[in-house]
């Protein structure tokens, strides 16, 4: 085997976990945190549970609600020049990506200045970020775990990875008794999120043993679990996404993703869109291009996916990918672009393209992908 790394956070998992957060934060050394949620997570009561702990350990804190789904630039800068004005120290973040992906923007500038796009891309981080302790309400999204960060840059109108060891938080809470304050529609994408974290690790150019059976094991528990959580909010069920959300976590962070998530995040900046509605449009057209450079894996997905080998490498490699569009027919969400997005600005989609091949998540993209492959895939799901 290859010399591989494989970077973690601490994660502490369970219900009620969510209690120890100022424990965590102080044993960090936090005199004053920098907080950051948003509107929703305010509503919910979860921020104000969290507030509640922090005090009782005697934490202060600067509250910083100044995000949007899909983070923009200017919330990120916003909020590291309120860290700089209040001599914060920790950052703690509580909710889905988006304030965990601006708790990170903020953490980068304001350790090492400038302007978040200047990071865009792998390694641009120079110096240590501050303590990090993240607090995920969905199962899906990863940012708890992940070495990435996802910022809109707003003039560009796209999605910018940045991705770097450094944005790996000290500690990932994981409590799903949060996810039964959550509606049928955050499940579900969170979960589709999870989902195309994990196929897509898999398939990476550098996926390793350490990732690939936790991409393996996520795409198990989420076709096992997610019909039942949605249903019943079923707590065991729901503990269940979550343990497959942070095995999805685990495996992109370390191996990466591809070009469903390249072309994703083109299109998520541009339209304004989450990655759980894009993902069913995207995900099994995207298979079907990268079918030819591995064979092997897509049928050891097609395996979990139908309880089994259905004929030859081949044919259970098409079947699993025929029936990861049954599942995601079966759920209500979107399948078809058009469905999403207005057919005048379908001419856009040659533009979006060739920036999205440009994105750095292309690069581990288990075989090339140009642009005008892009645009036949968008063309094939419109």
């Given at each position: 085997?290859?010399?591989?790394?494989?970077?973690?956070?601490?994660?502490?998992?369970?219900?009620?976990?969510?209690?120890?957060?100022?424990?965590?934060?102080?044993?960090?050394?936090?005199?004053?945190?920098?907080?950051?949620?948003?509107?929703?997570?305010?509503?919910?009561?979860?921020?104000?549970?969290?507030?509640?702990?922090?005090?009782?350990?005697?934490?202060e804190?600067?509250?910083y609600?100044?995000?949007?789904?899909?983070?923009?630039?200017?919330?990120?800068?916003?909020?590291?020049?309120?860290?700089?004005?209040?001599?914060?120290?920790?950052?703690?973040?509580?909710?889905?990506?988006?304030?965990?992906?601006?708790a990170?923007?903020?953490?980068?500038l304001?350790?090492?200045?400038?302007?978040?796009?200047?990071?865009?891309?792998?390694?641009k981080?120079e110096?240590?970020?501050?303590?990090?302790?993240?607090?995920t309400?969905?199962?899906?999204?990863g940012?708890d775990?992940?070495?990435?960060?996802?910022?809109?840059?707003?003039?560009?109108?796209v999605?910018?990875?940045?991705?770097?060891?450094?944005?790996?938080?000290?500690i990932?809470?994981?409590?799903?008794?949060?996810?039964?304050?959550k509606?049928?529609?955050?499940?579900?994408?969170?979960?589709?999120?999870?989902?195309?974290?994990?196929?897509?690790a898999?398939?990476?150019r550098?996926?390793s043993?350490?990732?690939?059976?936790?991409?393996?094991?996520?795409?198990?528990l989420?076709?096992?679990?997610?019909?039942?959580?949605?249903?019943?909010r079923?707590?065991?069920?729901?503990?269940?996404?979550?343990?497959?959300?942070?095995?999805a976590?685990?495996?992109?962070?370390?191996?990466?993703?591809?070009?469903?998530?390249?072309?994703?995040?083109?299109?998520g900046?541009?339209?304004?869109?989450?990655?759980?509605?894009?993902?069913?449009i995207?995900?099994?057209?995207?298979?079907?291009?990268?079918?030819?450079?591995?064979?092997?894996?897509?049928?050891?997905?097609?395996?979990?996916?139908?309880?089994?080998?259905k004929?030859?490498?081949?044919?259970?490699?098409?079947?699993?990918?025929?029936k990861?569009?049954?599942?995601?027919?079966?759920?209500?969400?979107?399948?078809?672009?058009?469905?999403?997005?207005?057919?005048?600005?379908?001419?856009?989609?040659?533009?979006?393209?060739?920036?999205?091949?440009?994105?750095?998540?292309?690069?581990?993209?288990?075989?090339?992908?140009?642009?005008?492959?892009f645009?036949?895939?968008?063309?094939e799901?419109?």
């Amino acid at each position: 085997m290859e010399i591989t790394k494989f970077a973690v956070p601490e994660i502490i998992f369970g219900r009620g976990s969510l209690n120890y957060a100022g424990l965590c934060a102080r044993r960090l050394g936090a005199k004053k945190l920098f907080l950051v949620s948003d509107e929703g997570i305010e509503n919910a009561g979860w921020l104000q549970r969290l507030m509640d702990i922090l005090e009782k350990e005697g934490i202060e804190w600067v509250y910083y609600p100044g995000v949007t789904s899909n983070p923009r630039d200017y919330q990120v800068e916003q909020g590291a020049e309120l860290y700089r004005k209040n001599g914060t120290d920790v950052i703690i973040a509580i909710g889905g990506g988006s304030p965990m992906d601006t708790a990170k923007g903020i953490a980068i500038l304001a350790s090492n200045g400038g302007r978040i796009r200047d990071y865009e891309g792998a390694n641009k981080v120079e110096r240590p970020l501050p303590p990090m302790v993240f607090i995920t309400t969905t199962a899906g999204s990863g940012s708890d775990i992940s070495q990435f960060c996802i910022i809109t840059d707003v003039e560009r109108e796209v999605k910018m990875s940045i991705i770097t060891r450094t944005l790996v938080p000290n500690i990932s809470i994981v409590d799903p008794l949060i996810l039964r304050t959550k509606s049928e529609t955050l499940i579900v994408q969170s979960a589709v999120d999870a989902l195309a974290h994990a196929i897509e690790a898999y398939l990476s150019r550098i996926a390793s043993p350490f990732t690939e059976m936790h991409s393996l094991k996520a795409v198990e528990l989420i076709f096992k679990n997610l019909h039942h959580a949605v249903e019943t909010r079923s707590l065991d069920a729901l503990e269940q996404l979550s343990s497959a959300a942070v095995s999805a976590s685990m495996a992109f962070s370390n191996a990466g993703l591809g070009a469903e998530h390249a072309l994703a995040h083109s299109l998520g900046g541009y339209f304004d869109m989450s990655h759980g509605v894009i993902h069913p449009i995207l995900l099994t057209e995207v298979m079907r291009f990268n079918l030819k450079y591995n064979i092997q894996k897509m049928a050891d997905i097609g395996r979990i996916v139908m309880g089994g080998q259905k004929g030859s490498d081949l044919d259970t490699a098409i079947g699993g990918i025929d029936k990861l569009d049954e599942f995601f027919a079966s759920l209500n969400v979107s399948q078809r672009m058009r469905e999403i997005i207005d057919e005048d600005k379908k001419q856009d989609m040659e533009a979006l393209c060739k920036m999205a091949v440009n994105d750095a998540c292309n690069l581990t993209n288990p075989g090339p992908a140009s642009w005008r492959d892009f645009l036949k895939i968008c063309e094939e799901v419109w």
